[in-house]
Each structure stands twice: as structure tokens, then as C-alpha cells.
């Protein structure tokens, strides 16, 4: 049975107001309340009372699904495994919960869950959950908890005492074992906008947790809470509008072929450069790589900058031509996810036709972190290049953890040595150096250095025997109106 008296109440007031003395019936029949009841009104008055009672049974029936239906919803207001409210006790009350007030949103994440439920058992990872949830709630005793999903919590108060978020990343740490959990959390704040009206209040909270999931500082970093603030929301902005404008940017060209020159270690001369790509934004100004490559290469889109990069080079080499001068040769950068997400082969060879480019001049640079997944793939990639007649270079090695597995698998034509042994330039390095370039030579692989600053150092690639060296001591990226001007005693 059921204690909810709203419909019996209502109903037996209708009985009341309509039946007794049958005087809703005499107005209506006799026009006046005074009037003596007549055998009509009367039967119009029986009539209500059994249309009535039909009623309250049919409703008192009704009750039940009703109660049923908002208990189940009640039951739903927690989260199951935890304890605390929902997402959907969120999502159904946030516009009473908010309206009127500036609060401020944190949203948390633990590294390595996964491994620690393949090695602990199910059991001890709900216990993690719960432990955080425990944590949580007694370390922010007066904040709206939310269990959003998987090992992520959300909170909403109007501040937090950050210190409290790392006591709690020192608890779970211990838990640890081979793995370690690492808990991080990030806060944005909520606009106040009191004359938006509820749906829009509930999108801006949901806007407001991605904001704060994206202010999550990466688990490599030492911080346990980061900030959305006008910095993170500068790059949030620029990424979208990155997302937003890729083919504009390469139609109307504010995506810049720059070239840095890499120079034979011998002669002192150029030997050719490497073909980089540069945003010159009319919003946003000049975007350095990292505000564009990561963000591309994240949504699969990345090879639209790449062949733009090269057919740029195509319609260099037209100038050049014009102006009767030589063209140099260039290592042009190709992403794993070109080889996944379109032909990137026929892609490049309709750009050499288009612009009759000489394929021994063109040199398909890899990064070393490419070839750690799909390793049979890539490695019919390199094969495939080389069967078109292209030159295959493998960037940053020794930046990743199986650089001699690379080379035991893959045959490149030129290792780039990565620019992270410049900078730390003591004995240690220079030991290291010396060793790939003297075990590149014995597999027939040329070797490029990055990253070369000062003359010490390329004296001492030259005394290593290293063939070629990059750098700014030589030249940053430039436009090809800069290459031949500033570096013609090097051709």
C-alpha cells in the first residue's frame, strides 16, 4: 500500500463540493440554490458520485505505478557503488540547485585503474571507488558529490582548499602496488548568469565540467589540481577554432611552408632542409606547432597539413624554376594516422605529378614514436616508400624505448638523432652519440643531429663523425625568400 493522500484528498473534496445537497446540480437545472431538489438533479448528482468514485478507484490504481515510478527515481538519486547522488539526480535538479549561485566545479580522475582491477580483482577496485568517494565527501564536507562515471567525481561548492585534493592523491598512491594510482583533479568556475533560464543552466554546468575535465593536469606532471583559468581557456579557444578552420587555413594559405636548413657536417654546406609548417593565423597571430600539430593529430585530421606542406613545396619549386635557381632537396614529416586515415600514397605522388618533383629529393621523415604500434603496417609502409623511390628518415631517435628494435626491424635511409642529447651536453651524451653514429655507419645509415645551438657542438659531431647537423646555430625555420639570402655561402 501506499501513504501518498494526494488524489484520495482531491478527489473526496470534488465528492463534497459537487454532491452534497446536490447543489452544483439544482444551480444548474433550477437556477437557484434555494430550490427544492428535483428527481433530475438528484440523478445528476448520484451520477457524479459514482463518475467520482470510478475516479478515486482508477486513481488509487494509478498511485501505485506513480509511487512505484518516483521511488525508482529516488532509488536513482545515489550512485550504487558508492553512495553519492548520481549524474542523473544531477542532471534533474541542477537548475534549483544553481540558480542564484556562483559556484565553482572540480572534476577527478585516477591513472592506471584499469591495471589496478586486472591485478587486484573487481572487489578491490570498488573498494578504491568507494574510498575516494569517502574521501572526498569527509574532505569537502558541505559539496554536492556526484559520481560522474567510472573513477570520475565531480564536486560543486562554491570553493575548495586545494590542499585537501592532495592529501587525498597521497592516500590512493599508497594503496599502489606495481602500478601506481594517481589521482589529479581539475576545478573550473561556473558562470553566474542569474537570467538564463533552467535548460541553459544545465548546459552551462555541463560546459563547466568539461572545462574543469580539461583543466586535469597530465598524469606525467607532479600536480595534483590544475586550474581552468584565461591561459587553459585561451588554448581551448585556439584548439577549436584550430578544429574548426583547418581546410579554410589551407585553402586561403595561413598554414606557411618554412624550411631549416640541414647542413653537411664536411663541407659546411647546405645539403637540404626540412620542410615545416607554420600557422599564421589572422585572429590569432603566428600558432606555434605545438597549438596545432597535437590537436590534429588527436582528431585524425593531421594529414591535411602534411600534403598542404608539401604541395607548398611543389609550388616553391615552380618559383624557383622561374628564377632559374637550383632547388634543394627536403625532408617533408608524414603521422601514422596519414597512413590510417586516407591512400596517403597516392596522395603524395598525385602532388610529385602535379608538380613534376623529383622523388630523390624528397625525404619521408617517421617519428620513432610511429613505429611502436601496428609495427607490420609501418613497416609495409617504409617499404612501400622505398618502392616509389623516396628516401625514408626516422625522426627523434632515442626519444622512445625500442630505438635498436626499430632499427633491427625497419630499414632507414637517415636516423635524426633527437635534440634531447644537446641538451644535456656531457660525457655521458657525447658517449652516446659517438655510439649510434659509429652503429649506423656499420648498417649503412646516414645520421642527421638536431638541435645544435653552439660551435662546440658541431665540432664535436664532426669529430664524431656524424654527417649532417640541424640547428639554430645554422638557421631557425625560415620562408624560402630567406633560405638562398641567409644562407647562400652554405649552397
Known amino acids: 500500500m501506499t501513504n501518498d493522500l494526494r488524489f484520495p484528498i482531491v478527489a473526496w473534496m470534488c465528492i463534497y463540493l459537487i454532491v452534497t445537497m446536490a447543489k452544483f446540480p439544482r444551480m444548474f437545472l433550477n437556477g437557484a440554490i434555494d430550490s427544492e431538489a428535483t428527481p433530475i438533479s438528484l440523478a445528476l448528482g448520484f451520477i457524479a458520485l459514482v463518475t467520482l468514485l470510478m475516479y478515486t478507484v482508477f486513481m488509487k490504481f494509478n498511485i501505485f505505478s506513480i509511487t512505484r515510478y518516483e521511488n525508482y527515481l529516488r532509488g536513482h538519486d545515489n550512485d550504487s557503488l558508492t553512495g553519492v547522488k548520481s549524474l542523473a539526480y544531477l542532471l534533474t535538479n541542477a537548475p534549483g540547485l544553481l540558480k542564484g549561485r556562483k559556484v565553482k566545479v572540480f572534476y577527478t580522475s585516477i591513472s592506471n585503474f584499469h591495471d589496478y582491477n586486472l591485478i587486484h580483482g573487481y572487489q578491490a577496485g570498488t573498494k578504491i571507488l568507494q574510498e575516494t568517494a569517502d574521501m572526498l565527501t569527509a574532505a569537502f564536507p558541505n559539496t554536492l558529490l556526484i559520481r560522474y562515471g567510472g573513477t570520475h567525481f565531480i564536486g560543486i561548492n562554491q570553493d575548495f582548499d586545494a590542499r585537501r585534493f592532495d592529501m587525498i592523491a597521497r592516500k590512493l598512491a599508497s594503496f599502489s602496488t606495481g602500478e601506481a594510482l594517481s589521482f ?34 597530465p598524469f606525467k606532471k607532479k600536480e595534483t589540481v590544475g586550474i581552468y583559468d584565461g591561459e587553459l581557456a585561451k588554448a581551448e579557444e585556439v584548439r577549436v577554432h584550430v578544429l574548426n578552420t583547418i581546410d579554410e587555413a589551407t585553402k586561403a594559405d595561413w598554414l606557411k611552408t618554412y624550411y631549416q636548413p640541414v647542413i653537411d657536417i664536411q663541407s659546411g654546406k647546405l645539403h637540404e632542409c626540412e620542410a615545416l609548417s607554420r600557422w599564421i593565423d589572422p585572429q ?21 597539413v602534411d600534403l598542404h606542406n608539401l604541395e607548398r613545396y611543389g609550388k616553391d619549386t615552380q618559383e624557383l624554376r622561374k628564377k632559374g635557381k ?36 624528397l625525404h619521408v621523415e617517421i617519428t620513432e614514436s610511429a613505429l611502436n604500434d601496428n609495427s607490420d603496417a ?53 658517449e652516446i652519440i659517438k655510439s649510434v653514429c659509429e652503429m649506423a655507419k656499420g648498417l649503412g645509415i646516414q645520421t642527421v643531429c638536431e638541435g645544435v645551438e653552439t660551435q662546440a657542438e658541431f665540432d664535436f659531431l664532426k669529430e664524431t663523425g656524424c654527417d649532417y647537423a640541424q640547428g639554430f646555430l645554422f638557421s631557425p625555420p625560415i620562408p624560402l625568400k630567406e633560405v638562398y639570402s641567409k644562407l647562400g655561402q652554405r649552397m
Not at 558562470?191 to 563547466?208: F, Y
Open 184 to 217: 589529479k583533479v581539475g576545478i573550473a568556475q561556473m558562470p553566474s548568469k542569474s537570467s538564463i533560464d533552467d535548460a541553459h543552466r544545465t548546459t552551462e554546468l555541463l560546459n563547466t565540467i568539461d572545462r574543469a575535465a580539461g583543466a586535469v593536469p
Open 284 to 304: 590569432y597571430g603566428f600558432l606555434t606547432p605545438d597549438k596545432f600539430i597535437p590537436v590534429l593529430e588527436e582528431n585524425r585530421t593531421i594529414y591535411k
Open 378 to 430: 609501418m613497416i609495409r609502409a617504409v617499404n612501400k616508400f622505398h618502392e616509389l623511390g623516396y628516401e625514408v628518415w626516422m625522426d627523434d631517435f632515442g626519444s622512445g624505448y625500442s630505438s635498436l628494435n626499430v632499427l633491427k626491424d625497419y630499414h632507414f635511409d637517415v636516423i635524426k638523432i633527437d635534440m634531447i642529447f644537446l641538451r644535456n651536453f656531457d660525457e655521458r651524451s657525447q
Open 326 to 361: 637550383d632547388i634543394f632537396p627536403i625532408s617533408f614529416n608524414i603521422s601514422r594516422t596519414d597512413l590510417e586515415t586516407i591512400d596517403v600514397f597516392s596522395a603524395i605522388e598525385q602532388i610529385v605529378n602535379d608538380y613534376q618533383l623529383d622523388r630523390s629529393k
